[in-house]
């Protein structure tokens, strides 16, 4: 699949000015959730180097943690891999008034797990059979389930990788799981196909973003989010700052008493 041609990227001036303004809606979004006790789940899928970080990070940027968290689970521990699947993963589920970014979700299963074979077959296809069950129920229960998939070319997820790779600052990011799947690019296409067919339902659709732009994925993929939750405007009590009562006569302990940061910025000026 061949990626955008560097003119047809979104230029930074719209993109930070339209980012902005779907970051506003957001807050929006989030005072909706929190004054109707909504409970609003996005799972976020996708290749490795696909964009589904960094959208992330759009997303929360200026949403209040304790309503808007990011669950990405770490390897299961040998007690979770006895558990029922999808165990680990009903715990991260939100409560009233709040919103769960899956950052990776129990679709691993249907990728990296199958691909790399840390399942069975017949685990593989028990979740095949099982997840359609599991969303349905959660969406029963009044959970709001959206689902992202970003695409990215193999092309443009090699430079990425390259660009992690020559980065010191984002090597960290690069893994032998992310290296191992340039050489299965096929299987996990594959495994990607099988998991649509089997998990891209009425009641529960997949919605593509395709991210070898990452600013037109970031913004295409939020203003999706906005136009699929049916949110509204809160008006919330106005607040005002009370006068600062007279002076008690208290005064400030002595400086040398207390231990400083070192004006580190100081050696910065002039």
């Known amino acids: ?20 303004r779907l970051q506003a809606e957001l807050v929006k979004l989030q005072e909706w959730v929190r004054a109707e ?4 789940v996005v799972v976020f899928e996708g290749r490795d180097a696909a964009g589904k970080g960094g959208a992330i990070k759009r997303v929360t940027e200026y949403l209040n943690p304790r309503i808007a968290r990011v669950a990405a689970l770490p390897t299961p521990t040998e007690r979770q891999r006895t558990q029922w699947y999808f165990q680990r993963y009903v715990e991260h589920l939100p409560a009233a008034g709040e919103i769960v970014l899956f950052d ?14 840390f399942c069975t077959e017949e685990e593989y296809w028990q979740f095949l059979n099982q997840c359609p ?24 997820q ?23 799947s340039i050489t ?13 067919v089997h998990t891209d339902t009425p009641e529960s659709p997949w919605h593509v973003v395709e991210s070898d732009d990452k600013r037109r994925a970031r913004i295409n993929m939020i203003a999706h989010l906005l136009s ?8 919330r009590p106005e607040i005002g700052l009370p006068a600062r009562p007279p002076s008690e006569g208290y005064r400030r302990p002595p400086r040398d008493l ?13």
Do not use: C
């Not at 990626?3 to 902005?20: I, M, V």
């Not at 790779?165 to 191992?180: C, N």
């Not at 699929?228 to 008006?235: G, L, S």
């Open 258 to 270: 207390q231990k400083y940061v070192p004006d580190h910025a100081a050696t910065l000026e002039g």
């Open 37 to 40: 006790g909504a409970r609003l």
């Open 1 to 20: 699949m061949a990626g955008r041609s560097g003119d047809e990227r979104l230029a930074r001036k719209p993109y930070e000015r339209e980012l902005l």
């Open 158 to 180: 090699e430079r990425r990788f390259r660009g992690r790779l020559e980065d010191p600052m984002r090597r960290w990011k690069l893994s032998p799981m992310d290296t191992e």
């Open 184 to 196: 299965r690019w096929e299987e996990y296409s594959r495994a990607k196909d099988a998991m649509f």
């Open 104 to 117: 990776r979700s129990w679709y691993n299963r249907a990728g990296v797990e199958k691909v790399m074979g």
């Open 133 to 156: 069950t599991f969303e349905r129920m959660l969406i029963e229960s009044g959970i709001l389930l959206r689902k992202y998939w970003f695409s990215v070319s193999d092309t443009e």
């Open 228 to 235: 699929v939750v049916p949110y509204r405007d809160v008006v």
